[in-house]
């Protein structure tokens, strides 16, 4: 179990590095990072001051040492657009991203489970049935589209709720959150329904079909020779053994929802890192993509380590070091 | 109704609605159960043997329901009662055990944990009461140590302890019947011994009764004490086991019977009674007639010197880490020209690791195999190719041998056309002309795969086999996989190939009776090493090692089997 | 159900290839299924009319000779107050008619949908099969790179791709290179599902019999892989060829409509909706329904198609 998760941990380690190499390369690369922090009136000297103090003199695998050592620090360079440091910029929009990411990601995984589950039991129902196909069309409608639904509805038909910004935050040293205000939450409810929607339904599918592939298994069909009760045979066989694919894709699921914050982000104009993201890349602005890309690769290595280690607590196969058996 | 009956199943039909028409898998069954008995329930494949239990359990899969007859138990009608009254019986009154004990366990609970749910389920006791009684059963059922094992989970089992814990997991409740659906068909033969013991001590004690459903004639003879004999859903004899098995009436028991192989004669041929018109003809002599005719070396034709193969067991960055298990160890033998040579073994024991490692489909990790008195491990590609237009293979699985995507004359064609053994513009010919010798008929040139039964698979790769026309066959379990009647079918072709065509032949089964009737001289073979090697009549006359002797007395007796027709060599 | 068939098979005679198709159980089902039977219909529908856009649309909404900017802001079946020329689904700001953007458009969603998937699908099936048939560094090396990918979700991989392409080419030919850009994006985006599922099947079917028939007799490990492998792994990768064709259209929507995607000189169901969103509050409605109905409509009864193929490849599911 130890060699396992250890093993584990060597392997987020060199995602890491490796996304590094990638960030730093794009950084290094794309364009003249020299070209890109000074204007048109430089003198020679100015150039060799930059290239020096940015070590660009430096052979390659020196610089992404430091770069990385930077990086570990939290220094990612300056923003080439608004010309402050990309770490302050992070920092001041990530409390937006990560309170509407939790929240949908919370509605995504609740729903999506409990509906996943009953329409696998009760796979012939009319309300399963109903449950399924609406899934379909939410499956196929663009998140971009259900915001723009619901913002035209709520927003703009019944202007119950407000369409864009976070409302009224309150401050705590550098978080800032819009949990304890109304217009706060007001503010995110329509952002989160949108972010949340098209993880629910496919949660909720790959539960369906996790579910009754169980349902299907020998031990089901042993468990109801053996006279248990449907509810024990569903609820407890068949939900456990359910959870063991599905908590890997969650942890996917996880990073598709902080992907799609950007194109929620950009619907509702929430000040997130993903509004960010996107602006940075219309404006080819690389330090904060860079940057992104590693506040972005380590929380998908942290969720991930995270999905690995309850696996270990789910299954006894991972438990045992391959002790006994034959 | 005779109340001393404990289930007395009367004119059940079962109906499976299809696409193309109902599917009536079972056609007006009859058969009762008594307490301390065993009634076997016998049958080849299609024969709805499972149905039947199925049925009775109220665990029919998908649409099939029960559309005729009745079932009772102790006498009250229990045959089209609701889901829920179904459920309180289940478990409680009737249990069944199933065929593979590797997927009857949940294998995210410990087997503690299975057993206890299931006591409380059904017996009002305490939490703690429930464990204790879980630890006598397993105790019941022959696990060592029940006080620690009851705390494991099914992976740290073997596959016999798992199906111990399954019947223990079946007398939960202490129930009356206990149908078993093929509870040995996945172990092996000194594991199925035990099993069928403890079930006949199980019968003893407790006075239940039991349905044995199975397709093995041999655990039949051995264990039951009336049988059921079903053909494609019907029930054509029944009667205590000793009668119907020593002197069967209905035409389909006696070919059946004639079919087993037995483990204490060697028959010239297995007589043909047919049946169904499941008869078909194999054209040897024709096929004789082109073969050609090849100078037999003076020496052995395969020499396997000091085999040697390792697997990973389990993987590892350092070399240090990794562990490896030794399939086959310092293993050599001979196989000399027009004998067949056998290999037995139970499963795990290397026989046919080291049958793939003569064909070429391993590399070897230690020693060497010789061709005709040439080395063909890690010879140059002119003389492997010389070798692999003299060998083929038969194997186990006629479903898996045969690639589902590809013609029947295309599967059939691929080797002589890749070896170039046959010019291109024949070998259209030569396929239709081969699948008729097989008994297979020309037109199956242009099939795919799964429009054959498995026996016509099974000629199938024969064909395919013998396009090439190979001087050295290895058989693979060749058999195992298929009903009785048509393994005796296929034992013949192999018989008639040997004899008529000089085929040289390894043999790899873990059935004794299947080696006794086919090979020359055995091998046996325990954990990857030869521990005997004998001329087959010599070794079931006079085994020398204990575990040959070991395993020849695990074999079911077939003392009971009528023995009409056969004709002894 | 075991096979009862121990006598010849019934069916005697052969038939054509079309005659077997329609007597095929995957046919039957597909007769008996109306949301199949309806989906496909609307797919080659919406296919067909994105294929033949230069005969069927109206006007030809790029060809500035045709625009007329007294038609703008015309609504669906009304007369224009200036013009007095009628638009099926109206016009947008410029005058250009909506009915013709969206076939126009719709052909750009498709196209680059469409090589996107085939890309991935040509990338992901060779690294499957190599990894699965060979197995050892080759199999880590790919795996170890698909299970990255895998954590990172496709759109982000895609917006990835496309920022770096965008750092990388003159501005001048932006806009050019746009849709190629699009589509290796959302490609190398999308190859893990198909080289996962073709390994899969890959590692199953390589420890089976006929592929020890074909070793026996010398065939070379690519002869097996594409001949013997490939073929029994094709109704999987169809599977995830049509469910990915639906995502790939939704994810080249997404991203033209953040306007990292098809740039408005080519704009793809994904730009007209990031145009028409602009006036949705002011009241020009169609510019953004139209559009965005033909997208669901398109990614719908793609998906529908692909889940009914996935239950009718897969009779076990049923």
Excluded at chain 3, 212 to 235: E, T, Y
Aim: hydrophobic share 45%; proline share 5%.
């Amino acid at each position: 179990m130890l060699s396992f998760i250890i093993r584990r941990l060597g392997q987020s380690l060199l995602v890491l590095l490796v996304t590094g190499l990638i960030a730093f390369s794009m950084f290094r690369f794309i364009g003249d990072p020299i070209d890109n922090m000074l204007g048109q009136e430089r003198t020679i000297e100015d150039v060799e001051r930059l290239r020096t103090q940015l070590g660009l003199d430096q052979p390659f695998p020196v610089q992404y040492y430091r770069f990385l050592e930077n990086a570990v620090q939290g220094n990612f360079g300056v923003s080439y657009r608004q010309g402050r440091p990309v770490s302050e910029i992070l920092l001041e929009r990530a409390p937006a991203t990560l309170e509407l990411a939790a929240v949908s990601g919370l509605f995504a995984l609740g729903l999506g489970i409990a509906l996943g589950v009953f329409t696998a039991i009760r796979r012939n129902g009319i309300a399963s049935n109903f449950i399924m196909s609406a899934s379909l069309i939410g499956v196929s409608l663009p998140t971009f589209l259900i915001g723009i639904l619901l913002i035209y509805l709520f927003g703009v038909q019944l202007r119950w709720l407000p369409t864009f910004g976070r409302g009224d935050v309150v401050d705590f040293g550098w978080w800032s959150t819009g949990f304890l205000t109304e217009s706060g939450l007001k503010s995110l409810i329509l952002p989160a329904i949108t972010l949340g929607l098209y993880q629910m339904t496919l949660i909720m599918r790959l539960v369906r079909s996790e579910m009754l592939e169980v349902l299907r298994q020998d031990y089901i069909r042993f468990a109801r020779a053996r006279g248990l009760k449907d509810r024990v045979v569903n609820f407890r066989h068949a939900l456990k053994n359910t959870l063991i694919p599905v908590i890997t894709v969650m942890g996917l699921q996880i990073g598709g929802i902080i992907a799609f914050a950007i194109v929620t982000e950009t619907v509702f104009n929430w000040p997130g890192v993903g509004l960010l993201f996107i602006n940075a890349i219309q404006f080819v602005d690389i330090p904060v993509m860079a940057a992104y890309l590693m506040l972005i690769s380590v929380m998908f290595v942290g969720i991930n380590l995270i999905v690995d280690i309850l696996y270990v607590f789910v299954d006894p196969r991972l438990r045992v070091d391959s002790a006994g058996g034959h | 109704m005779m109340s001393d009956q404990l289930l007395d199943i009367e004119d059940l039909s079962v109906t499976f609605p299809t696409r193309r028409g109902a599917f009536i898998a079972v056609r007006d069954a009859t058969l009762s159960l008594s307490p301390g008995e065993i009634h076997g329930l016998v049958g080849e494949s299609g024969a709805g043997k499972s149905t039947i239990g199925a049925a009775v359990m109220g665990l029919l899969e998908g649409a099939g329901h029960i559309s005729g007859g009745t079932v009772h138990f102790r006498g009250d009608a229990i045959s089209g009662r609701d889901r829920a009254a179904m459920q309180a019986l289940r478990g409680k009154k009737i249990s069944m055990i199933f065929q593979d004990p590797l997927t009857s366990l949940n294998p995210l609970f410990t087997v503690g944990a299975q057993l206890v749910e299931t006591i409380t389920e059904h017996l009002d006791l305490s939490e703690a009461d429930a464990r204790k009684r879980a630890c006598d059963l397993l105790d019941r059922v022959g696990i060592p140590d029940p006080d620690t094992r009851i705390d494991q989970y099914p992976h740290q089992f073997s596959g016999g302890m798992r199906q111990r814990v399954v019947i223990a997991l079946a007398l939960c409740s202490e129930p009356d019947v206990i149908i078993a659906d093929e509870p040995t068909t996945a172990l092996d033969v000194s594991i199925q011994k035990q099993i069928l013991d403890l079930i006949r001590s199980l019968v003893d004690e407790k006075q239940v009764g039991v349905i044995l459903i199975t397709h093995d004639m041999g655990v039949i003879a051995e264990t039951t004490d009336t049988v059921t004999v079903m053909y494609m859903g019907e029930v054509v004899e029944r009667g205590s086991t000793a009668k119907v098995l020593g002197r069967p009436e209905h035409e389909y028991t006696k070919s059946l019977i004639a079919a087993v192989p037995r483990p204490d004669r060697k028959v010239e041929r297995f007589p043909q009674i047919s049946y169904g018109g499941r008869e078909t003809r194999f054209a040897i002599e024709e096929l004789a007639r082109d073969w050609p005719k090849t100078e037999a070396p003076d020496g052995p034709l395969v020499e396997a010197r000091n085999l040697k193969k390792t697997f990973l067991a389990r993987g590892g960055l350092l070399p240090s880490m990794r562990k490896y298990f030794t399939a086959v160890d310092d293993v050599s033998f001979d196989i000399r020209p027009g004998e067949v040579f056998g290999l037995v073994g139970e499963s795990g024991s290397g026989k046919s690791t080291i049958a793939r490692m003569i064909a070429g489909l391993y590399p070897l990790d230690g020693g060497e195999v010789i061709f005709d008195g040439k080395r063909v491990s890690g010879a140059d590609a002119a003389t492997l190719e010389d070798f692999r237009r003299q060998i083929q293979m038969i194997f186990q699985d006629p479903f898996s041998s045969l690639n589902p995507r590809h013609r029947v004359d295309a599967i059939v064609a691929e080797p002589a056309l890749h070896l170039g053994v046959i010019p291109k513009n024949e070998v259209d010919d030569r396929v239709r002309d081969l699948l008729e010798k097989v008994g297979l008929g020309a037109d199956a040139a242009v099939k795919y795969p799964h429009e054959f039964s498995g026996g016509q698979r099974q000629r199938i790769s024969i064909a395919r086999a013998l396009a090439t026309q190979p001087r050295f066959l290895i058989c693979d379990e060749p058999t195992s996989a298929l009903d009785v009647s048509i393994q005796a079918q296929i034992l013949n072709i192999l018989k008639d190939l040997q004899e008529f065509l000089g085929l040289t032949m390894l043999f790899i089964s873990h059935d004794l009776p299947v080696v006794r009737q086919m090979c020359d001289r055995v091998g046996v073979l325990k954990d990857g090493r030869l521990v005997e090697l004998q001329a087959t009549e010599v070794l079931f006359a006079d085994p020398q090692q204990s575990y040959t002797r070991e395993l020849l007395r695990l074999m079911p007796k077939t003392d009971l089997l009528s023995t009409d027709g056969l004709q002894a060599v | 159900m075991a096979d009862l068939s121990t006598s010849a098979p019934t069916k005697p005679g052969r038939k054509g290839r079309w005659a077997r198709f329609a007597d095929s159980d995957f046919f039957y089902s597909f007769k008996r299924s109306p949301v199949a039977v309806v989906s496909f219909t609307v797919t080659m529908l919406l296919v067909l009319s994105a294929v033949f856009a230069p005969l069927i649309a109206p006007t030809n909404p790029f060809d500035p000779a045709s625009l007329n900017l007294m038609n703008g802001f015309t609504p669906p079946m009304e007369p224009n107050a200036f013009t007095q020329e009628s638009f099926l689904m109206g016009t947008d700001d410029q005058g250009r008619d909506v009915f013709s953007t969206i076939l126009y458009g719709m052909r750009i969603s498709l196209f680059v949908g469409a090589a996107a998937v085939l890309f991935a699908m040509v990338l992901g099936i060779f690294l499957g099969l190599v990894s699965g048939y060979f197995g050892g560094w080759t199999e880590t090396i790919i795996m170890r790179i698909a299970d990255v990918q895998l954590t990172f979700p496709s759109i982000l991989v895609a917006m990835l791709i496309f920022g770096i392409a965008k750092g990388f080419t003159p501005v001048e030919y932006r806009d050019q290179m746009a849709i190629w850009v699009l589509i290796i994006a959302i490609g190398l985006s999308d190859w893990v599902q198909f080289a996962r599922v073709v390994r899969g099947t890959t590692l199953v079917e390589k420890n089976k019999d006929y592929v020890a028939a074909a070793r026996l007799i010398g065939r070379s490990p690519w002869a097996i892989m594409i001949k013997h492998i490939l073929p029994n792994a094709l109704s999987p990768v169809l599977v995830i060829a049509t469910i990915s064709l639906a995502l790939a259209i939704i994810a080249e929507a997404t991203l033209s409509f953040l306007g990292v995607g098809a740039p408005p000189t080519q704009p793809s169901l994904g730009t007209l909706i990031r145009i028409g969103q602009g006036f949705l509050f002011s009241g020009e409605w169609w510019i953004l329904f139209f559009p965005a109905c033909t997208l669901l409509a398109l990614a719908l009864s793609v998906n529908l198609l692909g889940d009914w193929l996935r239950d009718a490849l897969n009779p076990r599911l049923k």
